[in-house]
């Protein structure tokens, strides 16, 4: 069991910026991925970012050059930067956890979601 606490979400005015912070726990593997996926209301699930143990990231072109991913192998939490918020960021932003090695590779673990707002 992998269980996920998100923070720092909120409201913020365009060309803001927030960073949402989310701290795995449980029967965390060394080899993983962490990331953010968003969802606005009306909209398909998305994925904006994420990183592996390793360091490698992946971001969506929509975030790409605004929004940086990072992470604290020791405190196993992922962190996401976002800059230049535009108000089509808005959306609840979930934390993923996922095994990429071991008998239980593959499972992804949720957040329950923070939700970013960004708005004048």
């Known amino acids: 069991q992998v269980q996920l606490v998100e923070s720092g979400g909120g409201l913020v005015q365009p060309g803001g910026s927030l960073r949402l912070s989310c701290a795995a726990s449980?029967?965390?593997?060394?080899?993983?991925?962490m990331g953010w996926h968003r969802q606005a209301p009306g909209k398909q699930r998305e994925l904006v970012a994420d990183?592996?143990?390793?360091?490698?990231?992946n971001y969506a072109d929509s975030v790409k050059g605004r929004f940086a991913i990072s992470r604290d192998n020791a405190k196993n939490t992922v962190y996401l930067q976002m800059n230049s918020l535009k108000p089509e960021d808005t959306a609840v932003y979930y934390c993923?956890?996922?095994?990429?090695?071991?008998?239980?590779?593959?499972?992804?673990?949720w957040g329950k979601g923070t939700l970013v707002t960004v708005s004048s």
């Open positions: 993923n956890y996922r095994t990429l090695w071991g008998p239980s590779r593959g499972l992804d673990y």
């Open positions: 449980g029967s965390i593997s060394s080899i993983n991925a």
């Open positions: 990183i592996t143990s390793a360091g490698t990231t």
